[in-house]
């Protein structure tokens, strides 16, 4: 007798379907080790994440305390405001459009004046309509902003980490720590072409002979003059 298969593949199906509408939500699975004191590293877990020093500084989609870290990079400050910025409108427009899409099933009262007003009824049932379709206008627009959001985000996150963050410093200490890893080697003398004569090495100077008397003999030195 073969064991039944419709739960299992009921389940199977429903998890799939769940993948397929978005309900799953990815992480990253692995956290980089060797980092800059200073730099910025990203993580996902239903949002991004951006992390320094052990503790996280921002997060999506507002990205709050990113501007404040990266303050000493030109680039990066104006990109984390930004990234701040379409952050809070892409909450507000996901907000008003969760609120009138709720709002628009009160158009269904309409259908209370099914058997009595027909033209109260169409006039409910419009309205809903009116307002469900703006919410899904406020919901599509929602999306861009939070893509410009993150976009701008990494952008920060990149300039201030080719400027501060990378060389193991931070905005609330600029202190570069010198450059790990062995000294550079000494500069290796040019090779001379094959054929070229090699210059002659510069002879020393002869030492100046003592004068010597007729017999070959060297001279006393001169006597002191007398007192």
């Not at 307002?131 to 990494?154: D, M, N, Y």
């Not at 890893?181 to 004569?197: F, I, K, L, N, R």
């Amino acid at each position: 007798m073969r064991p039944a298969r419709g739960p299992s593949r009921a389940v199977s199906a429903c998890a799939l379907a769940c993948t397929l509408l978005g309900c799953a939500s990815g992480q990253t699975m692995y956290t980089p080790r060797l980092v800059a004191r200073g730099e910025l590293t990203a993580r996902y877990d239903d949002g991004f994440t951006l992390w320094a020093g052990g503790r996280k500084v921002a997060e999506s989609y507002h990205y709050d305390g990113l501007e404040h870290f990266v303050r000493c990079v030109p680039e990066a400050r104006e990109h984390a405001r930004a990234a701040s910025s379409n952050g809070h409108t892409a909450t507000t427009l996901s907000t008003l459009g969760v609120a009138l899409g709720v709002g628009s099933l009160g158009g269904f009262a309409g259908l209370y004046f099914h058997d009595k007003d027909q033209a109260a009824m169409a006039t409910i049932l419009g309205a809903g309509a009116i307002v469900a379709v703006t919410a899904v206008v406020f919901g599509a627009l929602s999306r861009p902003a939070k893509e410009s959001a993150h976009g701008h985000a990494f952008d920060a996150m990149n300039y201030y980490n080719d400027a501060v963050g990378s060389l193991g410093a931070t905005c609330d200490d600029l202190v570069f720590p010198p450059p790990a890893g062995p000294e550079p080697a000494p500069p290796v003398p040019e090779a001379t072409p094959e054929g070229e004569a090699q210059p002659a090495p510069a002879a020393a100077p002869e030492e100046e002979a003592a004068p010597q008397d007729e017999k070959g003999a060297p001279e006393p030195p001169p006597l002191p003059p007398p007192r």
